[in-house]
């Protein structure tokens, strides 16, 4: 045996006894080695002093689930119950029933297809949904209204 095997070998057998070790120990001892002084580590001190870790964001991506017939004019009715209250715009419905803003088109699309409930007044994002009252037709684009220009006049000539 050559003299670097006798040096790989004990830097084997020396490592594997320092990972042993470290293994064995308490977080104290090892506190206390790095310092050089006995340990003054608290555990119920230090996870006081620390701010609670924010709750992760829930990412929902993907396809929503799959629906029935039963399970979406279940959702259209209890749209209908708490228009029943007074007319509200599609994102208070989305808070106070807890649905994704994905399911929500579908959903308001039927109910007012089906007669549910209406549109009381605007467009979009604006569009405030009601039951009864004075009714406005479904979002479409007004009609531009064509305006006639007036003719280029031909320069004149000197």
Known sequence: ????????????????????????????????????????YQPEIAAKELPAPAAPRRVKSGRLPRRSKDQILATIESIT???????LRSESIRKTLGLEAREMPRLLR?????????????RKRSTLYGIGGKVDKPATKPAKKAVKKPARKAPRKK
């Open 1 to 40: 045996m050559n003299v670097k095997d006798k040096i790989y070998s004990i830097i084997a057998s020396t490592s594997t006894a320092l990972i042993q070790a470290i293994r064995g120990a308490t977080l104290e001892e090892l506190h206390a080695l790095v310092d050089g002084s006995p340990s003054t």
């Open 81 to 87: 119950e708490l228009l029943g209250k007074g007319p």
């Open 110 to 122: 039927e109910g007012v297809a089906g007669g549910h409930f209406h549109i009381l007044s605007g």
